[in-house]
Structures are given as C-alpha cells and as structure tokens.
C-alpha cells in the first residue's frame, strides 16, 4: 500500500523514473540484513605478514566484497571495519565452547566486552560457535555446542541484539555419513543425537544451515574417480541423481543439495544452506592432486560468476546460493600440509594471487581503481541524497 500510495504521487514520467531510481537504490542499499548478495570472504590470520586491517578494508571495498567472517573476535579488526558498511561474522573460537556452555553471565561477559562495544559502528551480523566441531575427535565439545550457543543467543536476546546478529555454527563435510548421490546423503548416526536439537535451535530462530564445502578436498582424495572439470565447474558429463532425476554439472552444486537432502531426511526442509567456506588451494604437496595456481584460479573465478548468476541448485532452484570463499590471504603461519597455505584470492602484501577480476593493493591500476571506487561511491550518496530530497518534498 506504501509502494502504491507513493507511485500515485508522480504525474510525471521524470518522476516516475526517479522513485524507480529510489527504490532499488534503498534495496542496494539495504540488501539482506545477514548476507548482503551473495558472494563473501573468509578473513584468516594466521600469519605474520598479512596487511593492516585499515588497508585490508580498502581492498574490500575495491573488489566490493560485502561480507566477511573472521575466526576470532579480534579488536583491531573490530575497529578498522567501523563505518565501512562490510557485514563481518565474528566467532567464539573452539576452546571458549566449554566456558560458555556453563552460564548465561560467562557468555553475557564475553559479548559485552568482545561485540557489544563495537555495534553498531562495526555491522556485526552473526556469531559463529566454533568451527566444524561436530564430527570432530572431542566428543566434549559436541556436548557443549548446544549449551553455547543457546547461552550466546540468550545474552544477545537480553541485550536486545538477537534480531541483529545471528547465531551460527559451521560444519564440515564429516557431519555425513554419505554425500553421494545428493540424495542419499544422511548425517552420520553418532553426530544425531547432537546435530537434531541444534537445528531445533536453529529452526527456531530462523538461522541457516552452514557447511565448509570444498570439491577440491574430494578430488584431492580421490583425483582417480573424479573428473577434475566436474570440480572446477568446467565442462563434463556430469552425474546424474536417478532419485531425483537431476543432473549436476559441478561437484559445488552436488554438495550443497546432499546437505538439503540430510536436512530434509531430519525433518528441516525448509531450512536454508549457505556455505560458510568453500575454495582451491594454488599450491601444496607433491601428494595433493590438484594444487596449482591455473586451478584455484579456474575454480575461484567460474565460482565467482556462478554467485552473482543469483541462483539456486538443482534440488532447489528458488534458493540462492551463497557463499564464502576461503580465503582472503594465504596464511604463512598455519599447520599441516602445504595447501592449508595457500588458499589465499591475494598475496601477503595485497596484490592478487591471480586473476579472477579483483583489484590488489599494490599495482598501479589497483591504486587508480580504488580512488575511482571512492570517488563513485562519493557521487552515488551526493544523487541518492538529492533524490531522498526530492521524493520527500512531493510528500
């Protein structure tokens, strides 16, 4: 009725235009309150060469990444990311689950002096409990996720912050039993009877489900039975899913409908998935198949265009994919093998560790880009202000 009363005020075609310039400029603007689009980046630092956060915000906003999720509740980031409009999803790291599984108040003192000071300048969207403890080899902080995350949610709903930020929790692909075909995946039967009151939690609150989903990993444990092009989004045969008569192009898409299909199995159909991390390592081991920079950026790139097509998978085409890639830089300092290293969209010191249609840092152009990039977001406020204006004096 709003929308309508509005249109009603232009008599004018040139009016007409100006509310419709208006319009999707406050939906840009606004966009999803958790998730703006669809496209968002994982934040790692576990290195000793990484930029500041101040300039790690200027590259954000040069390569217009919106949303961002970081593993820890750092405060300088905290602090740099202030009035940049970038969505971060900060996180109560793994060996905090215990204590916050015991009490409201230990949970009420950590958000009170780790995100409560920070909002609303720094848009903190969601709390991560942990990071794929579920199917873990501590079966004590299984039992402690729920409690966390129920006494995380309490202090924000008494803090009057529950509807601003949402409480999540990522799985990795060991919380299955099985993921192919798609429709045959199930959780595994150990990882139930924790896995099906935690999404009663979260059904309840209307959060996602979140799944670290990485075909590079599948190929790399078995480069002899997948069709590498299937990973990589290139061109293949496919699979073909004879329950539910579907075809997958990409190992991506099929991941993502085996979790729909675990969900559903459980009760939780409607329950949405995002994926919290997904990418292909540029270099590792002379044992992990796969890890070369042509690939991860082939992977990276056809994963890009596939976000922002604004699309859903097979299984659920009116679901709109969204992910976060993992990750913005390589990390130096991380365990394990090579690949864990080398994840990274840039380099250390801010230029692109290949080309998928970023700007770096340090290139010449990159400089040029970012203050054209400041520049059109200058011009962009100065027209929406002046439409603002101009709608409200018809009023």
Same mark, same amino acid.
């Given at each position: ?9 232009? @008599?004018?075609?040139? #009016? ?10 406050? +939906? ?20 000793? $060469? ?16 919106? $949303? ?32 916050? @599984? ?5 949970? =009420?003192?950590?958000? %009170? ?27 004590? !902080?299984? *039992? ?33 039993? $099985? ?25 309840? &609150? ?10 590079? !990993? ?10 590498? $092009?299937? /990973? ?21 898409? /099929? ?8 969900? *559903? ?22 044992? *992990? ?8 950026? +082939? ?6 265009? %596939? ?5 859903? +998978? ?7 994919? %969204? ?10 300092? %991380?365990?394990?093998? +090579?690949? *864990? ?26 400089? #040029?880009?970012? !203050? &054209? ?7 962009? =406020? ?14």
């Amino acid at each position: 009725m709003f929308t309508l009363k509005i249109m009603m005020m232009f @008599s004018s075609s040139t #009016s007409f235009f100006l509310w419709i310039f208006l319009f999707f400029s406050l +939906t840009h603007v606004l966009g999803d309150k958790f998730f703006t689009g669809t496209y968002g980046v994982n934040y790692g630092r576990i290195a000793d $060469n990484l930029p500041s956060p101040h300039s790690v915000v200027t590259l954000l906003k040069a390569s217009k990444i919106r $949303n961002i999720r970081i593993y820890d509740v750092n405060q300088e980031v905290l602090t740099a990311f202030k009035g940049s409009g970038i969505q971060i999803s900060v996180c109560l790291p793994n060996e905090l689950l215990k204590e916050m @599984s015991v009490a409201e108040d230990r949970a =009420m003192t950590w958000i %009170k002096e780790n995100v409560q000071p920070y909002i609303p300048g720094t848009k903190i969207r969601g709390i991560a409990i942990g990071n794929e403890i579920l199917g873990g080899g501590d079966v004590e !902080l299984w *039992e402690a996720l729920l409690p966390a995350a129920k006494n995380i949610y309490s202090a924000l709903n008494r803090l009057g912050l529950a509807h601003e930020i949402q409480v999540t929790s990522p799985h990795s692909e060991a919380v299955f039993a $099985n993921s192919y075909p798609p429709s045959a995946c199930t959780f595994r039967d150990d990882i139930l009877p924790y896995m099906k009151p935690l999404l009663q939690f979260f059904s309840q &609150n209307g959060t996602p489900f979140f799944i670290n989903a990485y075909p590079f !990993l599948a190929y790399k444990n078995d480069p002899q039975h997948i069709d590498i $092009n299937y /990973a990589l989004f290139k061109k293949n045969h496919g699979i073909y899913d004879a329950k539910t008569k579907l075809h997958y192009d990409n190992m991506f898409d /099929a991941q993502v409908d085996a979790a729909y299909a675990a969900l *559903e199995k459980v009760g939780y159909d409607k329950m949405e998935v995002i994926v919290s991390e997904t990418g292909w390592a540029s270099h590792g081991d002379d044992n *992990e198949a796969g890890a070369t920079v042509k690939n991860a950026k +082939t992977y990276n790139k056809n994963l890009r265009k %596939k976000l922002l097509k604004r699309k859903g +998978t097979p299984y659920r085409p009116k679901k709109v994919v %969204k992910a976060y890639i993992f990750a913005l830089f390589n990390e130096n300092l %991380k365990p394990g093998p +090579t690949s *864990e290293r080398n994840f990274g969209l840039f380099k250390p010191d801010g230029s692109i560790a290949y080309d998928i249609g970023f700007t770096g840092l340090v290139d010449s152009s990159a400089t #040029s880009s970012i !203050l &054209n990039f400041k520049g059109i977001g200058s011009s962009y =406020m100065m027209v929406f202000t002046t439409c603002a204006a101009l709608l409200l004096a018809t009023l």
